[in-house]
């Protein structure tokens, strides 16, 4: 399978490693919002949260919470955001599951999503519809 972060963590492309265990591994971002920009990836391929297995999944979550910890400490961040891309619509540029943990600086400029409220009646509909889904 021609997948690049497959690639690295066979160690067939270099990267910048802070954080490797059986199941995981995190490196370096090549084009970082912010110096310590991270992503965290299962070793075993899959394309994103809707076929990860619960133990990547969770293993994932660990390490993020972990490595916030680090990361914030490291580079002197002021907040951080743990962000994921389930499929091209929704922006994911590479199809193997990874979680970015961006390291934020007051006033970095980085825009988030815009909000709007429900129209009436349309949050309970919503809320029906996902609880149905479960
Ligand atoms: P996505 O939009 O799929 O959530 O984000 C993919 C991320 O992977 C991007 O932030 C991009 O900069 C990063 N990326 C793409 N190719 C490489 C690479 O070869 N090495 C590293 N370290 N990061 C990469
Ligand atoms: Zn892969």
Redesign the pocket.
Known sequence: MDC?FCK?VAGE?P?FKVYEDERIVA?????PVNPGHT?IVPKTHSKNIFDIVAEDWTAIADVARILAIAIEKAVSADGINIAM?NRPDA????EHA?V?LIPRKKGDGLKLWPQHPYPEGEAEKTAEKIRSAL
Do not use: K
Not at 27 to 31: A, G, Q, S, T, V
């Open positions: 690049i690295i492309i990267s490196f370096l971002d090549i084009r992503l891309n922006g994911q540029l590479v990874h970015h």
